[in-house]
């Protein structure tokens, strides 16, 4: 029988999405465990649309009444685990472990939740001397070994993989122009991230659009209550007689994801959508703050590395100050990047595997 484990990453949705390489670790290791996942609602969906996932528990959070922590102990106790893997510990959870009996409980040896595990790996994050999502990696192995698991190599991008049929419904959704690339521009931050103003995106744009060989397709996303930025963003290219146009919001995240697959490129904010597009393999060119904790090499996408770039502001300024992010060199490297994937792929049929869900989010 299948050992069983139990993986916790119960935040926001780009913490989630770079738990998805360590998943495909374990799903790929021998003999292959029966992988769960404990996310919170609002990641519900993508956890379910994760091919590394068997299934998925729904934590009610801290704020969940007494009755709900108990169905949820109820739930883990019952399910009879043999690991659990905490990719990012906290009290409730180390304890929720612990009182489930679960035997093997992993976790990084930080904060004094740790004293829940029998299992830690020190790890530092707030060093940021790698990324976040190859610190979940080294856990997802550590965890492996102690369970004499074999794992052959390492899975590779994309760690969402989808049918090439699939994507090139999306992207004939997306492509106003056969010859161009489409590329979606996120401007929102859920609050969760600083991100470039609506001036300098659209002065980012306008550079992009003069540079490359043929003018990109451009997209407008919005997450919830995002809408009017982002048509202030799409008026204001306008008037320079740029052509832009809203995505069509998607009933939930999972369908947006859809939408990202048929895209070229996502530019945005280190926020949930650059880090969806990183798992798809999507090319990415993400803004992130100059604060330690939050560098681009942490919170670095999980695509290829000719598929990413990332921009902050120079040590000398702010750790927030995005306005002093020089926009002629990021332009440049974006409309380079964009000429090469016109370059590998001129027929603009499909670039990369990816999803379904065209302009009025079908899927």
Request: with cysteine; glycine share 8%; hydrophobic share 45%.
């Amino acid at each position: 029988m299948a050992q069983k484990v139990l993986v916790v990453r119960n935040d926001k949705i780009g913490d989630f999405m770079l738990a998805w390489p360590a998943l495909a670790c374990l799903k790929s290791a021998s003999p292959t465990p029966h992988v769960s996942v404990l996310v919170p609602a609002y990641t519900e969906a993508l956890a379910r649309a994760c091919p590394w996932v068997d299934e998925v528990i729904v934590d009610p959070g801290k704020r969940g009444g007494k009755r709900a922590q108990k169905a949820l102990l109820d739930t883990v106790k019952a399910a009879r685990f043999d690991a659990l893997l905490t990719l990012f510990s906290t009290p409730r959870v180390g304890l929720l472990g612990w009182r489930a009996g679960i035997p093997l409980r992993l976790a990084p040896a930080t904060k004094w939740a740790q004293m829940f595990y029998n299992a830690r790996v020190t790890q530092r994050r707030s060093r940021s001397i790698k990324p976040e999502y190859q610190y979940n990696v080294d856990l997802a192995c550590a965890l492996l070994e102690r369970l004499s698991l074999k794992l052959a190599r390492l899975p590779a991008p994309p760690f969402w993989p989808l049918e090439r049929e699939v994507v090139a419904r999306q992207r004939k959704a997306l492509a106003m122009d056969a010859t161009a690339c489409a590329v979606i521009v996120h401007p929102g931050s859920g609050g969760s991230a600083v991100n470039l103003s609506l001036e300098q995106y659209a002065a980012l744009i306008a550079k992009v659009n003069t540079r490359t060989d043929a003018a990109p397709a451009w997209w407008i996303s919005a997450g919830p209550g995002e809408e009017a930025q982002a048509d202030a963003l799409i008026q204001a290219l306008a008037t320079q007689g740029i052509a832009a146009k809203r995505l069509t919001p998607s009933e939930s995240v999972e369908g947006f994801a859809y939408q990202l697959a048929g895209s070229d490129l996502l530019i945005a904010g280190s926020t949930g959508p650059l880090h969806i597009a990183g798992c798809l393999n999507i090319a990415t060119a993400g803004f992130y703050p100059a604060r330690r904790s939050a560098t681009p090499l942490r919170w670095q996408t999980c695509n290829d590395a000719d598929k990413r770039l990332a921009f902050s502001p120079p040590s000398s300024a702010g750790e927030q100050e995005m306005t002093a992010i020089e926009l002629d060199a990021a332009a440049g490297e974006i409309s380079a990047l964009l000429d090469t994937l016109l370059a590998a792929h001129p027929e603009r049929g499909v670039l990369v595997e990816g999803g379904v869900g065209g302009e009025n989010g079908e899927q």
